[in-house]
């Protein structure tokens, strides 16, 4: 399940994003979740597996009226290969219709396989 960031998450939320390979950096960590929390068009979504309870996932996202950019997404490596990143994206989806989700360079690869699948 989606739900959507808050500051007590700060800690679980920089854990997971620094899965994504440009933001390993604590510095540049810290400058992205500044980015998200600057514009209400900019949104952190956490996944709670409905499994175990545990956040273990993290979207990161920039609306327009058309179209959601789908900036980053991220999975705790205890739980890939499990398709959690296509139920985020599925999660997602439903949640902004009718909008569509494009991806950056980063993210197109992952929406071009959850799109097909």
């Known amino acids: ?28 960590l810290t400058k992205e979740m500044e ?8 949104q952190l979504f956490l996944w709670k597996s409905e499994e175990t309870g545990d956040l273990a996932g993290v979207i990161g ?17 205890s739980y890939r290969e499990e398709g959690m990143a296509y139920r985020m994206l599925n999660a997602l989806s439903k949640q902004c219709s009718p909008k ?4 950056t360079l980063e993210t197109a690869s992952i929406l071009t396989k959850w799109q097909k699948a």
């Open 35 to 42: 980015w998200y929390s600057q514009e209400n068009n900019r």
């Open 1 to 28: 399940m989606l739900v959507i960031y808050k500051a007590d998450y700060q800690k679980i939320t920089m854990g997971l994003l620094s899965y994504v390979p440009d933001l390993k950096e604590t510095s540049r």
């Open 100 to 103: 569509r989700i494009v991806g």
């Open 61 to 77: 996202i920039e609306e327009d009226e058309e179209m959601v950019l789908l900036r980053h997404i991220a999975v705790n490596p």
